[in-house]
């Protein structure tokens, strides 16, 4: 038993039903994993007494569970309505410029992957970036170079 | 029209809702209905059709998944879906028949529905019975304004040998992920993705392996999951249809049987709801292909110098006649308890009128000690306290029952297992003291069944006693007096209760032979009992009448084909006493029993009529009070209850010692096993595993971990299997599939090899 299994189980037990607790559980395992691997699915769903194709279900649903292996900095542009409208996506592309790649992709050498994301709920001052969950706004494609280096040294 | 079905909720709330009615107009047309009812069986109630892919109350509540059901209702400024909406007093309903706005809304629904749903209902197997094709016909605008490419996904994906996928024709109405969740529970279809994106899938490349998951497959209104089996078979518009019931085990599903140029295409549900409420097992409806098998015999043999060898049916009823009289009134009848009451009755009355014997084995029995407390099975969704003396798992014996409690555990049932693996962990053998002590006035549980309006007892496996056991506990605690409360006992066979009355409507002498002149085994089943197997060997002659040779065939000198419970006419008696009628399919390729048994007992001088329905009004006269064939209907009736006695309590015997090593052995015969199941290929990927089931405590004891190889033995008889630890299972047990523990005895050591 590793210690990620007694640790999903003490957050089961904050719940009435242990399913409840599916989303911190998944959450716990990713911190684990770096991703969801079959394998860490499997080990929720033992944990939770449910079944790794309900934890799959769930961890698809969400932007924020990782399927596939992603980089050690995750960066998410908004390029929803608001953030659109004021260039989400010379954002983006700015991004796609300075890193290499085009969202959706990680760099060669592991360290970063871009996405372009839905709301991020900051649509007030656009272009929302978030940078390992910490919210950067608004980000002019201007200020990009100086972010992408920022991770680079980080 | 039956009363809408109200759904969620305890019992008790849905009872008390149900008296209260509320006055609804839909489409102009004023109806009543209790509240809490749908809009949609409200609707239909008021003979107006609201249409719907998503909804199905069976796995519960409607979601408003698929927009089919959009109404407008009066005072709400959108456009609401009905399946979602609980009718309230006073509310104006227009369908789409009567307002345009609705009409709009539907017909726009319908067109995304459409958006990427291919167009090969020519080649599609659900075309001639889908909703999706109906409903387009009916409601869809027969033109289309996309012009864009259709989505093409990789098809068909097999998620199990029997279950193929279609995503492109998939319209994610989730009822096949919400039974997988809900009524099955086993969680093994899900939706993944979001939006546009989603999609059905299982884990990875896991096959469904749910013991229920054919029931998707009905479920789906489209023809995304289709059956592997039937793929590309036939057309539902060139069937003919038999209205039968299942008889692979006591619950008695109600099935149609659709078979095209004699041969049987598929089973599906018939909805009894008090029996099965059109659910299946996959046993139950992927099974029916065994029929077709090579390994099948379809005509008599007879043991030659070297091996068994084909003769015509004169011959071989000449060579039965002159084993019959070579036996000189030492004949022996072994009973599978798969025979219909007709076919029972009609080699009980060669036996005993023709060949003048009366010693018969008869499968494990089902007393009829618990009529007092017959329910339907349907009322343990509605119980409150359900107690399960499960010596056998439910799920191996009478599969359905096992959803049955799902339900009743959804519905807010408190469900308390008893036996080697259960909440309260007794070993085997004790199910009866369990019994004794429930019955006494200071047992907490056994107060809780006396307080519950509805408490039911079931009986799952642990010796033909169970019944009186059961029954002195039933009555102790004053089930027959509550309506919604009983006992049932499940038994090993199909119709174990039938075929004993059959045999008791042949002849009422009981003359033992003292040696075996003849041996006349009677099913498969009873071929593969190691019991029949040992009468074999001290008979001095054995015939059998069986599918396939496989146990037969090693030791008995006559084999005459029999026929497969989808091919028989004839009635069974379920687990609950209920007596249904099967009708066999069209065509069979070996010869009907009850056409060369006439024959063969017209030259013993038995009057014996040939016909089905002949030989139940015979044994009707005889055990069954008279009734008629036409009495049981398409849906048969639960007979009445029939006045309590008082019970002796039954004395509870102790566990016979163990000899041959420490560990007990339970020797179960897994859901998917049998001579039908072993003869369909599909369904060898649910067979049961070679391993052993084994606690953790002995486990570690013997320095054994999950997946290792071990080696069970007793008396001589070695056999090596995977260990698997179940934590649920009492320590000096273990468990092993029947099919897998060769001669061992019941006690066992368990060790590294």
């Known amino acids: 038993m590793t210690g990620l299994f007694a640790e999903i189980q003490a957050v089961a037990g904050r719940y009435p039903e242990p399913k409840s607790a599916v989303l911190p559980a998944l959450r716990l395992a990713q911190e684990h994993y770096g991703h969801l691997t079959p394998e860490a699915l499997r080990e929720v769903a033992s944990a939770l007494g449910t079944t790794p194709a309900y934890c799959r279900g769930i961890a698809s649903f969400y932007d924020m569970f990782h399927l596939a292996p992603v980089g050690e900095h995750m960066i998410d542009v908004c390029t929803n309505a608001s953030c659109a409208l004021v260039g989400a996506a010379q954002v983006l592309e700015a991004f796609e410029r300075e890193l290499g790649i085009r969202a959706g992709e990680t760099t060669p050498d592991g360290r970063i992957t871009l996405r372009s994301a839905e709301c991020l709920g900051g649509c007030g001052s656009g272009t929302v970036v978030s940078i390992d969950e910490r919210y950067r706004q608004p980000v002019k494609p201007e200020d990009v170079p100086a972010i992408v280096e920022e991770l680079r040294r980080g | ?753």
């Open chain 2, 1 to 753: 029209m039956s009363a809408p079905e109200l759904v969620g909720g305890s019992a008790a709330d849905r009872e008390r809702i149900a008296h209260e009615l509320v006055t609804v107009t839909i489409d102009g047309r004023q109806v009543q209905v209790p509240k809490g009812t749908g809009l949609v069986e409200a609707a239909a109630a008021a003979g107006v059709e609201i249409p719907v892919f998503c909804y199905e109350p069976r796995v519960g509540a409607g979601i408003g998944a698929c927009r089919m059901c959009l109404v407008e209702i009066e005072g709400m400024p959108k456009l609401q879906t009905g399946c979602t909406t609980p009718v309230t007093d006073g509310m104006v309903v227009h369908t789409a028949g009567t307002s345009e706005q609705a009409a709009a809304g539907q017909s726009a629904t319908m067109e995304f529905l459409l958006l990427n749903h291919p167009l090969d209902c020519p080649v599609c197997d659900k075309g001639g019975e889908c909703a999706l094709q109906d409903l387009s016909f009916r409601y869809g605008s027969g033109k289309t304004r996309m012009t864009f490419r259709k989505r093409s996904l990789e098809k068909p994906i097999p998620i199990s040998p029997t279950i193929a996928l279609d995503r492109e024709r998939c319209i994610m109405c989730f009822r096949c992920t919400r039974f997988s969740q809900e009524v099955a529970q086993d969680e093994e279809l899900s939706a993944v993705n979001r939006g546009a994106l989603s999609m059905i899938a299982t884990f990875e490349d896991e096959p469904y392996r749910g013991p229920f998951s054919g029931n998707v497959t009905e479920l789906c209104p489209v023809g995304a999951l289709t059956s592997t089996q039937y793929r590309f078979k036939a057309r539902p518009w060139e069937y003919e249809q038999a209205a039968s019931v299942c008889g692979l085990c006591p619950v008695g599903c109600n099935v149609a049987v659709q078979s095209r140029e004699g041969r049987v295409q598929r089973v599906l549900s018939r909805n009894h709801p008090e029996v099965d409420r059109g659910w299946l097992c996959d046993k139950g409806r992927f099974s029916y292909s065994h029929l077709y098998s090579e390994e099948r015999i379809l005509t008599p043999r007879r043991r030659g110098v070297r091996e068994l060898e084909e003769l015509g049916w004169e011959q071989a009823l000449d060579e039965l006649e002159g084993m019959i009289e070579r036996a000189q009134g030492e004949v022996v009848l072994a009973l599978s308890g798969s025979e219909t009451l007709e076919l029972a009755y009609a080699l009980a009355k060669i036996v005993r009128q023709g060949a003048g014997s009366d010693r018969v084995v008869l499968p494990e029995q089902a007393a009829d000690a618990l009529d007092p407390f017959r329910v339907p099975i349907s009322a343990l969704a509605e119980a409150e306290e359900i107690v399960v003396f499960e010596e056998c798992p439910v799920l191996d014996r009478a599969p359905l029952i096992e959803l049955w409690l799902k339900q009743a555990r959804r519905n807010g049932a408190h469900v308390t297992r008893i036996g080697p693996s259960g909440d309260i962990q007794r070993g085997r053998g004790e199910a009866a003291l369990a019994c004794q002590e429930l019955a006494e006035k200071e047992s907490a549980l056994g107060k809780r069944l006396r307080a519950a309006e509805r408490a039911i007892l079931l009986w799952s496996g642990g010796g033909g006693a169970g019944g009186c056991h059961l029954a002195a506990l039933a009555h102790a605690l004053g089930l027959h007096e509550k309506e919604g409360s009983g006992a049932l006992l499940l038994p090993a066979s199909p119709n174990a209760r039938g075929v004993a009355e059959a045999w008791a409507a042949a002849g009422d002498e009981n003359r033992q032979p003292r040696q075996i002149g003849l041996l006349v085994v009677s099913g498969d089943e009873a071929a593969s009992e190691p019991q029949v197997r040992q009468l074999a060997e001290h008979a001095r002659a054995t015939v059998a009448l069986t599918l396939f040779a496989g146990d037969s065939g090693e030791w008995a000198d006559l084999v005459l084909p029999a026929t497969g419970y989808l091919e028989r006419s004839g009635t069974m008696r379920n687990l609950e006493g209920r007596l249904q009628r099967l009708r066999g399919a069209t065509g069979s390729p070996a010869r009907r029993e009850l056409s060369w048994l006439a024959e063969l007992a017209g030259r013993l001088g038995v009057d014996l009529p040939g016909s089905e329905a002949a030989l139940f009004t015979e044994l009707s006269a005889k055990v069954l009070d008279g009734i008629s064939l036409a009495s049981l209907g398409d849906r048969a009736p639960l007979p009445p209850r029939v006045e309590a006695q008082t019970f002796e309590a039954a004395r509870a015997e102790s566990p016979p010692t163990l000899l041959g090593g420490p560990l007990e052995l339970i020797r179960y015969r897994a859901l998917f096993s049998g001579p039908e199941v072993e003869h369909v290929p599909e369904l060898s990927f649910q067979r049961p595993a070679a391993e052993v089931e084994i606690s953790p405590e002995d486990a570690d004891r013997r320095g054994i971990s999950g997946g290792n190889e071990v080696v069970v033995r007793s008396n001589g008889t070695r056999v090596t299997l995977r260990a698997r630890i179940n934590a649920a299972l009492l320590p000096g047990m273990v468990r092993v599939a029947a099919e897998h523990c060769a001669e061992l005895a019941r006690g066992v050591e368990v060790s590294r090899p």
